[in-house]
């Protein structure tokens, strides 16, 4: 594998550890509220709370980390279109991917994110925090389960 940048290794180093810190957040969260967790956004769509601190969990590192990128969040708007239109990046956040799993505790949640600079997705992660499972990739460098290669299988 080719070195990756320093500006990227840095995020992808980033992203990695405060996913892995929003996991252990949604379900601390999920645990001690249990029978409070679930507003409705609309039909059929749901946020909980454990949504919501996940969501201020990266606004506010990404903002105090990398003060040149800005967030777009499922559960909130992008920072300001001049923002992203200046910024070095923007962090794309689902804060728990799979809500009614979540909610059901069952083990098929997540939480993923993404970089993207100039256009171009540069790093995604994903963290299946019931089943501890990152994946992670940088454009270019290939794709990692934990930190073990994975790829596409040969199988027709």
Known sequence: MRDIP?????????????????????????????SDLVSEKGVQDFVTIADKAVDDLWRSAVAETFTGDCMLTEEGDLDAKSAYENADGIWVLDPIDGTSNFVADLPMWGISVAYISQGVGIIGVLYYPALDMLLWAVNG??????DTPIRVSDEA
């Open 141 to 146: 460098h290939g794709a990692y389960m934990n």
């Open 6 to 34: 320093n500006h990227i290794q840095n995020r992808l180093d980033f992203a990695k550890d405060l996913i892995l810190k929003s996991g252990t957040l949604a379900q601390d969260i999920r645990n001690e509220n249990a």
